[in-house]
């Protein structure tokens, strides 16, 4: 299969690196990344040791076929712009996945594309950049992809066959929607508190009061998630939270990269959206609020 995996970051770089063993694969990434990868390979380190020779470019304009399917891997902010410079790569037969944060992104993409090439995914796998080249994968997960309908297709079966042949541990859903909304809640939960305390996933569960406040925000973001019709149970919700936060426990989420680094976060696709959604059907967010605040503004993003 021919792939492009636009937003090589830590996630987009290890599923290349595994998916370019019995696929063609171009990783399109930032500068300095694509720069080491042309220089020494990539090199996967922890859970997965590999190092493969990767096609990498920095722009799609790089790119000189039609991809069979395009994974978008990048961050909710860029997610517009990304797919409007990849619209020349979109064929008639180009599936496009989101495999990405955030509960906006669906919303963006389909200003662009048909909505009937586009599926979802998510994923648990943890991983960060060690450096320019080097991605640590951190903590191995479960991948989830769908048809945004819920149809069990030909082309997801045949794209979780790839995904699985990788290496990649993926099964289907019949409703990707609320996968999506589960995998915003257990961010929630997580990645913005680990912004504020600057620490790895784990230490939220070995401080007994950032427990207390995983547990607090995971409450709050499951009714938001219920009032919209989504029908979650908050003790499953914790049980899956905590059950994250210990197989990445080594992990810094990609938020507190992204802030490390002083880079803009995805803070207004996850608690901020999340947010907005329950303003509107008048149920409290006090904590999602107050998190997007302090992450956007009381850290000067």
Not at 192 to 211: A, R
Request: glycine share 8%; net charge positive.
């Amino acid at each position: 299969m021919n792939i492009v995996i636009l937003g090589a970051g830590a996630i987009g770089s290890l599923f290349g690196a595994l998916l370019s063993k019995k696929n063609n694969v171009i990783l399109i990434g930032r500068n300095s990344h694509i720069q080491a990868i042309g220089k020494k390979g990539l090199d996967i380190e922890g859970k997965t040791q590999m190092n493969v020779k990767i096609l990498s470019e920095k722009s799609v304009d790089k790119v000189t076929f039609l991809p069979d399917l395009l994974i978008l891997t990048v961050k909710s902010y860029d997610t517009y712009s990304a797919i409007s410079q990849a619209k020349q790569l979109i064929g008639d037969n180009t599936v496009v996945l989101s495999l990405q944060n955030g509960l906006d992104n669906i919303d963006k993409i389909e200003k662009i594309v048909d909505r009937r090439q586009l599926i979802a995914g998510v994923t648990t796998h943890g991983a960060f950049f060690s450096e320019p080249g080097v991605v640590k994968h951190t903590g191995k997960g479960q991948t989830i992809l769908g048809e945004l309908n819920g149809w069990k297709t030909k082309r997801i079966t045949s794209i979780i066959d790839v995904f699985n042949k990788a290496g990649i541990e993926t099964i289907a859903s019949e409703d990707i929607v609320r996968e999506i909304w589960i995998k915003a809640i257990v961010n929630s939960s997580i990645n913005s508190l680990t912004t504020f305390s600057s620490c790895k996933n784990g230490y939220l569960l070995e401080n007994p009061i950032l427990e207390k406040v995983v547990e607090k925000v995971c409450r709050e973001s499951t009714n938001i998630a219920n009032v919209y019709g989504i029908n979650l149970s908050y003790e499953n919700m914790i049980k899956k939270t905590k059950e994250v936060i210990r197989n990445t426990s080594d992990n810094y989420s990609s938020m507190l990269q992204s802030f490390k680094k002083g880079k803009k976060t995805e803070i207004d696709s996850i608690n901020g959206k999340l947010a907005d959604v329950g303003k509107k059907h008048d149920i409290d967010t006090t904590m999602n609020e107050i998190l997007t605040y302090i992450v956007k503004f009381g850290y000067g993003e």
